[in-house]
């Protein structure tokens, strides 16, 4: 490590680099490594866990027979044998660890409730604080249903019987059978995601509730067991530990104090001091990411170090003995995670933060990678299901830069920067550097400009946080000195989030990459050749091979890129000029376009303008005749600030709150008409004939999904061709069957899914409109477990093809074809059931008419 970074003083000659001590590192790597195998397949964990024990066995038994070696191959070979047993014991302990885990996640009694597909009484326990919508956000959790998501445990739950919620006292819940009360539960710890819980009040971490759910099963591998959806009232049974709660009180204070402020800086500010995010934007959060700033949204490593960082330097002005700076430090570290809320994502972080400091402590930050490595391997112990988690790899990752990295590369640059700068942009360039291969795994795109944006808003962080923390802290006590106090955080934390915007539009911000493994090991690899050119590690090669790295790591920079670009136009190019539906890529949500005549009808936006934005200029579309908002949940109405000023006319489903009446506000105000639609309104787009099915009377009517307009477009006699659509909206199960009861639906070439592909559906309306195709706007890696594997099934079952904008991207429709009835379909990526449709391949897989 550097001068800057050892205490060292500047003028000194820096000091040969220390071998790394890779003992614990290793180890930890394997056991790591072990952990993402078994996790998903845990029934297996038992037998590696032998094969490992009897590995460890044998390697032992062969060190110890050669012991007698002194040189030779024989003495290497027994220094590899004993190099790998702590190997073979980190691969024992994760395999134990998921042997033992995996049993307690999948309990009998929830094994039986997937089993038989019912709901169950549990009593849930929040693992993070749920905060009631903003009075500008439609949803909180747009993708299942409306309401809020958190994650949470749950701590009991009983056999699928009649049930009725106990008025005991602690959170039992009874069951009724044959007239019996029975209070007894089973007692389980099972780790769910917690959606569509209606909140009207503050809910913090701790607290229990009871209820009725129904639980829809993840994947083996996933940290979460399962998703939980409420089907009654979800009611508080149980406050959390006094600790808890008067830290929840401390947080509520300052998101008070904070009320009267406003801008980018109100928005920011809870985020960085308390790690409460309920108030950034869309918007603000996509410019964090883009401009590689995303770790100062919420409490993360860096917030932890700030606060550590603090404690040493008081210590160290007072001239603290090193153990009680270190002491210190940690309490506060302690009493932060407990003020932010102890998290899953906080505690790795604190862990992560707690490692750097005991590692620096020392004086010898190369000995920082055995410390590391034990923690890991603890961690992964401890919960081996987290081995998966991005959040989890990218700590480790941006901290074994620091240790590693940070050191060697303040060295380098401080050949041409002064040493305090030479530090600032190695510090966030380290991080990065690491973190970006997993990070293409999330967005197939470089953020060029995170290093300049690091370094801009370095100096912001700490005061923005530090003093943010010091108002949250001073409310209950004086609150017209903590609104002072608030009022100087605002400033630090409006200059971070201004650097956020204003690095993210920068020309060239972002390169773009390609996506997937290929694109995270291209990137790993490049990033090693420009390490090596670079001269890191030194003991690497000679000047001239040092140079042969940095031109390949510059051909291999421009090939990359160009082909990446390259391959965009490409698609671009290939599309088809006559396609009369596409679904657009927009994440989590709905956008579908209908065209016929000159004329484009847009049904519902996504949740994100810019997507929604890119996907109308990538086809060339202006001008919006006729747009449908299904309803005003983010994910069908959060886009339309896209659209204002470029729509004639909108027919809107049934408003209900101050936000809705805002999106009619802003379509008026762009020069719209815009109409309250339902059941029987028809009307004409080009050679398209559409017919409102649902729902029955608007005015009537509660706005939801359930209310979701429901949009049928049949083509009329000038283009026989133009395949037909039903557009379901988020219809859940029992408006789809009133649907089907009440109109003839006839077949469709075209069914857009209903809610994403949600398993809440009516299964013989999609086998009575027997589309040949079907669309999902669904987000890659959603939380919400869309679209359902049954639903899939049933629709493979009826001979649909189904079109994910997840796996395929944008996709196209074109006219049937005049001799054989088929539809020509255009993917940008993926496959396809009836086989693989190459990117920009056009007309490669076509389907059978409706008729």
Known sequence: M?????????????????????????????????????????????????????????????????????????????????????????????????????????????????????TVAVVLELEQTVQPPRVDQRVTDPGFGGGASADALIVA???????????????????????????????????????GLEVTERLPLGTRLEGRVRVIPLDAGDDRVALVRPVTGLEPIGVPPPLVAGADGLRAGFLALMAPFAGDGAALLPGLAIGDTTAVSDELDAAMKRSALSHLTAVSGANCAIVVGLVLGVGALAR???????????????????????????????????????????????????????????????????????????SVLATAALLVLAGPLTTLLGRWLPAPLALAVAVPLAAQLACQPVLILLAPEVPLSGVLANML????????????????????????????????????????????????????????????????????????????AAGLPAAIGSARLR???????????????????????????????????????????????????????????????ALLTHCLDSLGIERIDLLVLTHFDLDHAGGVPAVVGRVDHALVGPTGRPE???????????????????EHDHGRLGDYAWRMLGPPDHRGVEPGNDASLVLELRPGPGCPACPSVLALGDLGADAQRRLAAVHDLRPVDVVKVSHHGSPDQHLPLYTAVAAPLALIGVGADNTYGHPAPALLDALVADGTLVVRSDEHGLALIGPRDPATGALPLWVERGTVETGTVERGAVERGTVGGAG
């Open 2 to 118: 550097s001068a800057a970074l050892t205490g060292a003083p500047a003028s000194q000659p820096a000091a040969a680099p220390s071998r790394l001590d890779l003992r614990l590192a290793l180890p930890a790597l394997v056991g790591w490594l072990t952990a993402v195998v078994l996790v998903g397949v845990p029934g297996a964990a038992v037998g590696v866990g032998l094969a490992a024990l009897l590995g460890t066995v044998a390697a032992v038994a062969v060190v110890r027979r050669g012991a007698a070696a002194r040189r030779g191959r024989a003495a290497r070979g027994r220094a590899v044998v004993a190099a790998s047993i702590p190997s073979l014991v980190a691969v024992a302990v994760v395999a134990a660890a998921v042997a033992l885990v995996a049993p307690s996640r999948m309990p009998p009694v929830l094994a039986a409730e997937l089993e038989r597909g019912a």
């Open 320 to 394: 603290w003995p090193r153990p009680v700076r270190v002491g210190t430090a940690l309490a506060a570290l302690g009493g932060f995670v407990v003020l932010v809320t102890p998290e899953p994502s906080v505690v790795r972080a604190a862990v992560m933060a707690a490692v750097v400091l005991l590692a620096l402590s020392s004086g010898r930050p190369a000995r920082g990678l055995p410390v590391l490595g034990l923690a890991v391997l603890g961690i992964v112990v401890l919960d081996p299901w987290i081995a998966r988690e991005y959040g989890f790899v990218l």
């Open 157 to 195: 739950m009983v056999p699928n019987v009649a049930t009725v919620p106990s008025p005991a006292a602690g959170g039992a819940v009874a069951t009724q059978n044959a007239g019996v009360v029975d209070p007894a539960a089973v007692a389980v710890r099972i780790p769910v995601r917690l959606l």
């Open 660 to 678: 809705d009446e805002a999106v009619v506000a802003a379509l008026l105000g762009g020069g719209a008409r815009v109409t309250p639609s339902g």
């Open 547 to 609: 140079a042969r790295f940095a031109l390949a790591a510059v051909a291999a920079l421009v090939i990359t890129a160009g082909a990446t670009a390259g391959a965009a136009a490409l698609r671009g190019l290939g599309r088809p000029a006559d396609w009369a539906v596409a679904q657009c890529d927009i994440g989590q949500g709905d956008a579908v376009l209908v065209r016929s005549a000159g004329q484009v009808a847009l049904i519902d936006t996504g949740a994100d303008p």
């Open 457 to 532: 808003a370095a100096p912001a962080a700490p005061v923005a946080t530090i003093v943010g923390m010091i108002a949250c802290l001073l409310a209950p006590v004086i609150p017209p000195l903590a609104m002072l106090v608030a009022g100087i955080a605002w400033l630090p934390a409006a200059w971070i989030a201004g650097v956020a915007r204003v690095c993210s539009q920068l020309p060239g911000a972002l390169l773009p990459w390609p996506e997937g493994a290929l694109g995270a090991v291209l990137l790993g690899a490049l990033t090693a050749a420009a390490l090596v």
